[in-house]
């Protein structure tokens, strides 16, 4: 089972509004150009990269999906304490 992971996010404060950057990134936006644009977490001026992490760091829903879902997929709205968040795993290991 993997313990580590690797992960982007855009956090925004809406569930309407991380919907509609999941359609513009099914219409092939850029996802860390989005991330840097709209992302409310400092990770976005990375591009929404959260670099290396291990299981459990994160909250247990945004852990559940970079844990459990397929890589390279974006996935979401998934809503936390934080608002509401689009994912995708780079790599577990």
């Known amino acids: 089972m993997a313990n580590r992971a690797c992960a982007r996010h855009i956090l925004v404060k809406t569930r309407d ?3 509609r950057l999941k359609m513009r ?3 092939g936006n850029d996802f860390g150009k989005l991330a840097k644009k709209y992302s409310l977490c ?3 001026k990375r591009q929404g990269d959260l670099g290396e992490f291990r299981r459990g760091e994160m909250v247990k829903p945004f852990d559940d999906v970079v844990f459990k879902k397929p890589l390279h997929e974006v996935h979401g709205p998934i809503k936390t304490k934080f608002g509401w968040h ?6 577990r290991k």
Do not use: M, N, V
Request: aromatic residues 6%.
């Open 17 to 19: 509004q991380a919907e």
């Open 25 to 27: 990134l099914k219409l």
């Open 42 to 44: 400092p990770s976005g």
């Open 86 to 91: 689009l994912i995708e795993t780079i790599y």
